[in-house]
């Protein structure tokens, strides 16, 4: 073997590697962050126990976690952390394939509407009482139909239009500030009390965690993040144009929309239990496309942990900055985003897009 050629595969290997080492550095941080993040609150517990308790529920021969730390952490604090994690992985693996699916460093699964349209649902539902589904299901069932109608409207006006990026984000814009506008609409007539819980709703929370809610989430992640990065080829290719993907053999209007039902079905699935928490997709992939680059082997996975650091820590800080009151998450994570886009703005090189 020439050694031009060995010397460009060390040099891949090693490029590879950086890739893999900064998303294990990442997933150790977020157990670490995870673990304090239990551990803290109106009974703050020992993190080394809090690991106990986490570990005893699989290998209960090993350690002896006292009855509160076990019970404080697997009932009251796991349920939400968890739903932290997965919200975080969620949105930031749908951010990330929708900048890269439609080229825009702006495109998000909020700036397309899917959001807008999950808070009307759930407004519908809680200041008028109508819905797909009664009970105690209403505002959940609501809030994710209303989404997947978004993302279907977006999907047809794209496939009637020939799935262009720039018809994906127009229609999104559209879609949006309709249902913002019907939402703010519901809420003009609403009664002072519903309208209160409306918006508490859309700021986004992570109050209504459970057990329940988690194996819901869950499923959604495990069956659409393995085939966005089953597609992550064909992202690649597509980031160098729609033209350059075609002559390589790529279908992209096939790829574009099934990436986007995908996309939106993760939001869908987390929105609905959430409310609308900002950022987390916009602002996770642009941090990871400065420290991996843009291959979206690496990119969508590491995406999502880094959505996951982001969530759990800002769901962390808005519960325990002014104790005993919770903020709503979704403050938290504009405070984290906004002065990040100010720094995008303000730097001067642009290469990580």
Same mark, same amino acid.
């Not at 060995?6 to 490029?15: A, C, G, I, K, P």
């Not at 604090?77 to 460093?105: E, K, T």
């Not at 506008?181 to 002072?192: C, I, K, V």
């Given at each position: 073997?020439?050694?031009?050629?060995?010397?460009?595969?060390?040099?891949?290997?090693?490029?590879?590697?950086?890739?893999?080492?900064?998303?294990? #550095?990442?997933?150790?941080?977020?157990?670490?962050?995870?673990? #304090? %993040?239990?551990?803290?609150?109106?009974?703050? /517990?020992?993190?080394?126990?809090?690991?106990?308790?986490?570990?005893?529920?699989?290998?209960?021969?090993?350690?002896?976690?006292?009855?509160?730390?076990?019970?404080?952490?697997?009932?009251?604090?796991?349920?939400? +952390?968890?739903?932290?994690?997965?919200?975080? /992985?969620?949105?930031?693996?749908?951010?990330?394939?929708?900048?890269?699916?439609?080229?825009?460093?702006?495109?998000?699964?909020?700036?397309?509407?899917?959001?807008?349209?999950?808070? $009307?649902?759930?407004?519908?539902? /809680?200041?008028?009482?109508?819905?797909?589904?009664?009970?105690?299901?209403?505002? @959940?069932?609501?809030?994710?139909? $209303? =989404?997947?109608?978004?993302?279907?409207? #977006?999907?047809?006006?794209?496939?009637?239009?020939?799935?262009?990026?720039?018809?994906?984000?127009? %229609?999104?814009?559209?879609?949006?500030?309709? $249902?913002?506008?019907?939402?703010?609409?519901?809420?003009?007539?609403?009664? %002072?009390?519903?309208?209160?819980?409306?918006?508490?709703?859309?700021?986004?929370?992570?109050? *209504?965690?459970?057990?329940?809610?988690?194996?819901?989430?869950? +499923?959604?992640?495990?069956?659409?993040?393995?085939?966005? +990065?089953?597609?992550?080829?064909?992202?690649?290719?597509?980031?160098?144009?729609?033209?350059? %993907?075609?002559?390589?053999?790529?279908?992209?209007?096939? !790829?574009?929309?099934?990436?986007? !039902?995908?996309? =939106?079905?993760?939001?869908?699935?987390?929105?609905?239990?959430?409310?609308?928490?900002?950022? +987390?997709?916009?602002?996770?992939?642009?941090?990871?496309?400065?420290? /991996?680059?843009?291959?979206? *082997?690496?990119?969508?996975? =590491?995406?999502?942990?880094?959505?996951?650091?982001?969530? !759990?820590?800002?769901?962390?800080?808005? *519960?325990?900055?002014?104790?005993?009151?919770?903020?709503?998450?979704?403050?938290?994570?504009?405070? @984290?985003?906004?002065? $990040?886009?100010?720094?995008? #703005?303000? *730097?001067?090189?642009?290469?990580?897009?």
């Amino acid at each position: 073997m020439p050694p031009e050629t060995t010397d460009l595969r060390e040099e891949y290997t090693r490029f590879i590697g950086r890739k893999i080492l900064f998303i294990a #550095i990442l997933a150790v941080l977020l157990i670490l962050i995870a673990g #304090i %993040a239990t551990s803290l609150g109106s009974a703050n /517990i020992p993190l080394i126990d809090t690991y106990a308790a986490i570990v005893d529920r699989f290998l209960p021969d090993y350690f002896n976690p006292s009855n509160l730390a076990t019970n404080v952490v697997w009932n009251l604090r796991l349920p939400r +952390i968890l739903m932290g994690v997965f919200a975080g /992985i969620g949105l930031a693996v749908a951010g990330s394939a929708m900048q890269g699916i439609l080229r825009n460093p702006l495109a998000s699964p909020y700036t397309l509407g899917i959001a807008s349209a999950a808070g $009307f649902g759930a407004a519908l539902a /809680i200041l008028l009482g109508k819905g797909f589904v009664g009970g105690e299901y209403l505002v @959940i069932a609501n809030a994710f139909i $209303f =989404a997947l109608l978004a993302s279907v409207v #977006i999907i047809g006006i794209a496939r009637y239009k020939g799935a262009r990026p720039e018809t994906m984000i127009l %229609a999104g814009i559209a879609i949006m500030y309709f $249902f913002s506008a019907m939402t703010s609409l519901l809420q003009y007539f609403g009664e %002072a009390d519903a309208v209160k819980e409306v918006v508490f709703w859309m700021l986004g929370d992570l109050d *209504r965690s459970s057990w329940d809610t988690l194996g819901l989430v869950g +499923i959604v992640l495990v069956c659409c993040i393995p085939l966005l +990065i089953l597609k992550s080829w064909d992202l690649n290719v597509m980031g160098a144009g729609d033209e350059t %993907a075609k002559s390589l053999g790529v279908q992209v209007e096939k !790829v574009r929309i099934l990436s986007m !039902v995908l996309a =939106a079905l993760l939001t869908a699935s987390i929105v609905c239990f959430t409310g609308t928490i900002g950022f +987390i997709g916009l602002v996770s992939p642009h941090i990871t496309r400065m420290a /991996i680059g843009g291959d979206n *082997r690496f990119l969508l996975p =590491a995406s999502g942990i880094v959505g996951a650091v982001l969530l !759990v820590g800002a769901d962390t800080i808005a *519960r325990n900055i002014i104790a005993p009151v919770i903020l709503p998450v979704g403050i938290m994570t504009s405070f @984290i985003g906004v002065p $990040f886009f100010f720094y995008l #703005i303000m *730097r001067k090189r642009r290469e990580y897009w």
